[in-house]
């Protein structure tokens, strides 16, 4: 059993993220994405700067995010004008809910920017958890869409500021997959003086 919420432990022990092409609805209600949005804010930020901007994207937004997503990528990719772009908007539209996270780090404060966008990816995990917990499956996704300049301004984004991933929330429409993980002895060591 995936995302088993009977405990913590069994929680963290079975996290799985779903696939955002294979969710359905329900999706969070209102109440329920300020819980989780609520809940992952409960994160480790130095210097309580809060160094992150999460953005909802509705459902009547999905068709001009598609659009943002056209124009963006044609102007990167000047040949793409006239081919097809479905699947630009197959990514807008995958899932019942949408959030945008950015990591928006305080310039010219004494905590180190690496250590800010940290903080945001912490964000994005605790993101993952709480909707697990809240029953749902949730899917962070980056890709180009995150590191194109004229899609992050269009979040908001200001100089110095990226997008973290795109978070897709809903219902698992067919059973989750275990995927490959890392073996212990291979990415944990002891420190030897």
Do not use: C
Request: without cysteine; proline residues 6%; negative net charge.
């Amino acid at each position: 059993m995936f995302n088993d919420n009977s405990s913590l432990l069994a929680h963290l022990a079975t996290r799985r993220s779903g696939k955002a092409r294979d969710m359905v609805a329900p999706g969070p209600g209102a109440a329920e994405l300020r819980d989780i949005i609520a809940l992952a804010l409960r994160t480790p930020d130095h210097g309580k700067l809060a160094p992150w901007r999460i953005v909802t994207v509705a459902d009547d937004q999905r068709a001009a995010f598609a659009a943002l997503l056209k124009r963006a990528w044609v102007k990167e990719n000047p040949g793409a004008a006239g081919m097809d772009l479905s699947a630009l908007d197959q990514f807008a539209h995958q899932a019942p809910t949408l959030l945008v996270l950015l990591s928006t780090p305080v310039k010219d404060a004494k905590i180190p920017v690496w250590e800010q966008q940290m903080s945001a990816g912490a964000v994005g995990m605790n993101l993952l958890h709480a909707a697990h917990a809240h029953g749902f499956v949730g899917s962070w996704l980056t890709g180009w869409a995150a590191y194109s300049p004229d899609v992050a301004a269009a979040f908001g984004a200001g100089e110095g500021d990226t997008i973290v991933g795109y978070f897709f929330l809903g219902t698992a429409a067919k059973p989750l997959e275990e995927r490959p993980r890392p073996e212990y002895d291979e990415v944990v060591r002891h420190w030897v003086i």
